[in-house]
């Protein structure tokens, strides 16, 4: 069984190919083409389809492009590029269509390339690796992996986003606390580039060391998507893996799983009672962050619910094959609770992502994929077809200070806040997560101990820059002490590029001395300003929080 242990500074050099990378590289397969494959269709602006592909998850954000491209395969992505490249066409890219920034829908697009047509999943065995095409959304990608293999990624929650983004971006999830994100078991990835010249062809990169395009695989282990080519497919293998057997490669996740659904009505808090709440999350995590803590096996997405919304809601999950599994779950409860008079009721109604679970009050132990089903199974945005979304991060590598505290009390007991689709998510982090090296991935944040999503959602255009200033008044309010945005290395360490923040590129709203892209990619940008130069040295794939090139 692969248990997927990363050694700090051993992380990246695993891998059995002895018959060395270029070789590998020279032979890898193409990705396969979808069912009845070809070349993708083309969505003009009289096809009936154009309006429901010109936008994503985000209705704030809409492309008027001359036409959108489905791909369904690396030649067809060659192709697609080769056309829009020589045409002069700026460019944007979809997997899922889950970015809630305007990376993929903004009026300077003139042509969209969308792979969610893209949906293959299956074993290599030249690469003795599992391979996730981009189109791929999660939940299928979790299906097929475990229904065929007993494996997975330990990848997120919501079931309709794409591979394409989540992986690039760094992703990770429930299990991401024993097993890392879900790019520290990526082994390669296909990318279609274009040179300085014009020329596009489709590379193979892998984290072998002796791979002359590691580079450009170490840019998709966080760098984001849209920066360097066009993603086709990802191959993944945990660092130990050993053998040859395909269901020894990648993590295995727990068989079973114990699963608690509590809701904390907001009539049983004050602010005092609230407070010692968060701190108390704040302070378990601070305490079982470790690459080897024995809590490790356990994750919590805790959604903290305006007041209008009437109650918060927490869902637990450990890994029921570890020893006193049980008593280890009831003791992070007790301790979430202490102190604060609570007393939970049981999840009768949907909390953001969080399905009603009445029947998991008391703790309930399920299959890991009945789990995984159930968990991301109402997705909120998903379920508006006009939603409008607004939406900040944050790191912690310590605990709320009283400040913050206060300040997200107030906003969120605001009785002038008449939005009840406004949240904080608290997700568990750390774990196995900080047992990499900043620099291993490009995911830099490697010693966080939970995270934070600040989110609104609503409908009515109308509304836009109500929300708009609200979500921006309460975050910057929120890091008042460290000039409106998550320091670095201090008690926050900035942002995560797959919750996109354009704010945090614009001095109207970023009124610190840290750039963007230190909250987003802290030292490592230098290294990805150098992969930009040597991969795309025109700038051709760009957006609003894109990687630029350095010289």
Not at 176 to 193: C, F, I, K, P, T
Not at 211 to 229: K, M
Not at 345 to 363: I, T
Request: proline fraction near 6%.
């Amino acid at each position: 069984m692969s248990s997927a242990r990363l050694g700090r500074r051993s992380v990246l050099a695993g891998g059995a190919a002895a018959a060395g990378t270029a070789a590998l590289a020279a032979t890898a397969p193409t990705a396969a083409a979808a069912p009845g494959a070809g070349t993708g269709a083309t969505v003009s602006p009289r096809d009936p389809r154009y309006e429901l592909l010109t936008t994503g998850i985000n209705k704030r954000f809409v492309a008027r492009p001359e036409y959108i491209r489905m791909i369904r395969s690396a030649a067809d992505a060659e192709r697609a590029l080769r056309e829009a490249y020589r045409s002069g066409k700026r460019l944007s890219v979809r997997s899922g269509g889950h970015c809630v920034a305007d990376f993929t829908c903004n009026p300077e697009v003139e042509v969209i390339l969308d792979f969610s047509e893209m949906t293959g999943v299956g074993y290599d065995p030249k690469f003795r690796a599992f391979y996730v095409d981009a189109g791929a959304r999660l939940y299928n990608v979790y299906e097929a992996l475990y229904k065929g293999w007993g494996v997975t990624i330990p990848g997120g929650v919501c079931h309709s986003v794409g591979a394409g983004g989540h992986v690039s971006g760094g992703g990770y999830g429930m299990l991401s606390r024993a097993y890392g994100l879900v790019v520290d078991h990526l082994y390669a990835v296909q990318v279609v580039v274009v040179d300085a010249r014009g020329k596009v062809r489709t590379v193979v990169a892998t984290r072998e060391e002796d791979d002359p395009n590691r580079d450009l695989w170490w840019a998709h282990t966080g760098g984001g998507g849209g920066n360097f080519g066009l993603a086709v497919r990802y191959w993944f293998r945990s660092p130990d893996a050993t053998g040859s057997r395909p269901g020894d490669q990648l993590v295995n996740p727990p068989s079973r799983v114990w699963t608690s659904a509590l809701d904390f009505p907001w009539e049983q808090l004050d602010e005092a009672s609230f407070g010692r709440l968060l701190k108390n999350f704040g302070d378990w995590h601070e305490r079982h962050s470790g690459p080897d803590d024995r809590y490790r096996h356990l994750s919590s997405l805790f959604n903290v619910n305006a007041k209008g919304f009437g109650r918060l809601s927490l869902y637990t999950q450990i890994d029921a094959t570890i020893p006193d599994a049980r008593a280890l779950l009831d003791a992070y409860l007790e301790e979430l609770l202490d102190g604060t008079g609570i007393e939970p009721v049981p999840m009768e109604c949907p909390s953001g992502e969080l399905a009603a679970m009445p029947n998991q009050f008391r703790p309930t132990e399920l299959p890991w994929l009945a789990a995984a089903r159930m968990l991301g199974a109402p997705d909120p945005v998903g379920a508006n077809p006009i939603a409008r979304v607004g939406l900040k991060s944050a790191y912690f590598r310590r605990n709320f200070t009283d400040h913050q505290v206060a300040s997200l009390y107030r906003f969120l007991s605001d009785p002038e806040l008449d939005n009840p689709d406004t949240t904080l998510v608290l997700l568990s982090f750390g774990g196995r997560i900080n047992g990499v090296e900043p620099q291993a991935t490009a995911s830099a944040q490697r010693d966080s101990v939970f995270k934070v999503i600040f989110q609104n959602i609503w409908s009515d255009p109308k509304h836009d820059a109500r929300y708009m200033r609200w979500i921006r008044d309460w975050y910057q309010d929120v890091f008042a002490e460290t000039g409106g945005v998550p320091e670095i290395d201090g008690v926050t360490d900035g942002c995560y590029i797959n919750y996109p923040d354009t704010d945090m590129a614009d001095p109207r709203h970023n009124r610190s001395d840290l750039p963007w892209h230190t909250l987003f990619y802290k030292g490592n940008y230098r290294r990805l300003q150098a992969v930009k130069d040597r991969w795309d040295p025109s700038n051709y794939f760009r957006h609003s929080l894109s990687v630029t090139t350095g010289r």
